[in-house]
């Protein structure tokens, strides 16, 4: 990663940080708040890529470039389920 890209990475990591814990107050910190930051800006990046790309999909060329698109879609989707489960278990824990 360069300089700006990090730059850019730690300040959506901070703000996924003040929108994710936001909404839930909690007596206890996460065991691992690093890895929990990590999941909360996952979930949105993947949230908001995934929204862009339905967007995009009803203006795609041909079939071929819709299959694309959904099978990312459903990538994406795939990753956030499993982003929201670890954020669940670390939350139990």
Request: proline content about 3%; cysteine-free; aromatic content about 6%.
């Amino acid at each position: 990663m360069n300089v700006s890209a990090t730059g850019y990475f730690h300040r959506d990591i901070e703000n996924a940080h003040v929108i994710g814990h936001g909404m839930v107050e909690r007596f206890l910190p996460a065991d691992d708040p690093v890895l929990e930051d990590v999941l909360v800006w996952t979930v949105q990046r993947d949230a908001q890529d995934m929204a862009r790309l339905l967007q995009w999909l009803p203006d795609a060329r041909s079939v071929r470039e819709q299959r694309v698109l959904l099978q990312k879609i459903r990538a994406l989707g795939d990753e956030l389920e499993q982003a929201m489960e670890k954020m669940a278990s670390l939350q139990q824990s």
